[in-house]
């Protein structure tokens, strides 16, 4: 073994995998020094999901090896990859939520008996919260948890079977900027300790702020790493997309028309009947883009339910230009003009195994042209479906195929196009652009400000503060069902939202 | 290198030519199988599989009496195809099947000789649906209001559905049962003129009936809103809801024609064959074989008729085994085996096994600078 090799934790050389005949990897080479933070940069559908999940043994390339400490090695189980040391926070975490987070460490580990000594289980996890920076409860439940709590508790899951590579697969989408400052100080330890941490993200910033290199990825291929302190944000995005990018941007509007949405006293419960909208009042007018800031599970899920049907509210009122929709079923709120683009696109915006043409009429198909009587006209779906398709640039569309197939950007595309070509009177959106690569973002928010130009009332619901502070006339801040902070876009700042949506009044100021 | 022998990857769209070979395949597999557990019961398994080919096609009497009971397994079929399309798992088409066949006898008997058959026999075919809709709606109403698992009240309401039949010929004198035959009791027949007329031997033309009612079946799922919104549902439910579909009313809908089609089974063989309500000719099992001719067929409408017709050929070949000696669970056996392949072979229409390309021979792969 020669030095240079002895540093580096794990490598991948000519790493190939493939999906339905599409390379997801192409012939990557990566190199993960012990004792760095290294961010994987890329656009949705680069591969950097692929490339991890590779690294953490859930899926095994088709091609290529992989060297961990040198030795050519094969992880065919995730089990085998943590056991080897490697471990993945996953975005969607992989949690029991009616355990304990002391239980919930001690799940799988492969040192620990059939009895779980308790009192020892609740100190190591007090013991490493406190190391690095992770306070959470070891007796609470992870359902009462908050996403970011639970976010520690995966890590610290990671730190309890002291694993040298720690995978974290977009961790701050989920988080505050107060929370994600924090996160980053505890991954600096890590990496002072001697471990290697692999930061997967979209922003930027972030990536210039903690990681020491940087790897970027685009279509599959590595087209380069850099040291971060020698790498510009703009040289970044560059690389990340493949040619020069400006993400538009609202223009001052000279002023509303009258009010389109009226939200007065609204309150919905979530799924187990707990209050999750508690008195919210907005009003919305036309021209005009709302945004919803928070930290997600404060009642915005709740909030756009109540607002379009999905859920009856079980108190307060919602009136769509002046008439009174509080207890109109889904269909009513459809014809009457509000259009929702959900968060969960494959879960709740499209039926993901229909074909995409299917997916583009799955509201409008009660009307001419899609029906004639009872019977569908066939030749409406298709035409119309080619012209949407085009229209709202969605590619990879493959007839007769199911839309699940698409890539995320592209889903995202054609959902927001089939909303707004119902030319609705009000638009709500949540987190349209999570998880988007750039290009897409571009598009969605170009489609959302052409809907604001054309005089619909926009409900903007979103954690991410740049998307935002770009795209909102002004932002509402919402905190356990409730909103706590009203302001004009240009009197925002990140810090001041960030501390909100914390539940931070804002008395000192 | 950790170069693998076979990939498997999902195929993107199932080939047309790979539905229809997949299925006739495991139909063979099956048979093979079959041959190899008579053979070792030292059976000749050519000589019965010839026996049963002659048995279900060797004259025009056999081909006959096979269309007679494909007609009934086609709507069985239909049955579980719609109701397993939209993830509705009614195994009752037993009970339903048994429910159309007392309504249909009991209209019948009731309409009495004086009605002409233009009338009696599309009102005797429509209670036979309605009464199939009716023991559906028992287990669906529950389910949809209630959140019951009608797997398990559909199958319990066979059973039941079993003894009523049994207990109005068995156990009563009730106007099902024949008056004349007070020794061995048996179900009363019904009037001339609300049975279907025969055209070739025993053949009636329910077997059009049947064929009609799938292609409309077809017709209503792929070119019908209320069939989009169907296969909406069955694909996602949460995403019907947000789409403005009832979900609820939907998942009743599918529940109640599902019985309707079962109902319609028994209508056609009370108005046809049995020509009354006759438990010895209705218990036989055709609601369960619905299931395995929807499962081969794919849940696609069409599909179902010819995949009946072979069933319907392998149940009719059951009692000619007995006749050279083979139990004629034989038969009950391969349908089990034909079963288990099909859905095994399910995974081959879904995914593709292939072999890795050789990527380390391509070492002039040059990185595509945009």
Redesign the interface.
Known sequence: MTKTEARLAIELR?V?K????VHANE?VDFQLEAGEVHALLGENGAGKSTLCSILAGLY???????LLNGEPT?FRTPKEALAAGVGMVYQHFRLVPNLTVAENLALGHPDLGQRLNQKELHNTAAELGERYGLPVDPAARVWQLSVGQQQRVEILKLLYRDVKVLILDEPTAVLTPQEAEQLFKTMRQMASEGRSVIFVSHKLHEVKQVSDRVTVL?GG?N?GGVDTAEAEPADLARMMV??DLVLPTREEAEGFGKAVLTVTDLMVDDARGLEAVRGISLKIRSGEVVGIAGVSGNGQRELAYGITG?RPPTGGKVELDGEDVTDM???????KGIA?V?QSRL????????TTE?NLA??A??RAPY?KG???V?SSFKEKGAEMIERYDVRGV?P???IR?LSGGNLQKALVGREVELEPKVLILRSPTRGLDVGATEAVRNIVLAERKRGVGVLLISEDLDELLALSDRLLVVYEGQIVGDLQTNEATAERLGLLMAGQTEAST | MTQRRFIVEPRGLASIRLSIAVPVLSVLAALVVGGIFLALTGENAIEVYGEMIDAAFGSSRAISETLITTAPLILTGLAAAVAFKMLVWNIGGEGQLLFGAIFASGVAIWLGDGTSSAIAIPVVIMASAVGGAFWASIAAIPKVYLGTNEIITTLMLNFIALNIMNYLIFGSNSPWRDPESPQFPQGRPIPESASIPEFWNRLDYGIFIAIAIALLAYFLIYKTRWGFELRIVGDSADTARYAGIGVSKKILGVFLLSGAFAGLAGGLFVAGPVGGLDPRSLDLGLGFTGIIVAALARLNPIAVIPVAFLMAALINAGPALQSIGVPSSTVTMLQGAILIFAVAGEFFIANRIRRPERTDAAPDKTEAAA
């Open positions: 000519g190939d493939t999906f339905y005949g012939n095994r390339p088709d091609s290529g090896e992989m094969v685009r291929k087209v493949g040619r999905l079923n889904v269909l009513a709120h459809i014809n929702y959900p879960g709740l915006g499209l039926a993901p195994g229909l299917d799955l509201k198909y009660r029906s009872v019977r569908l066939a493959q007769g195929l199911p197939l």
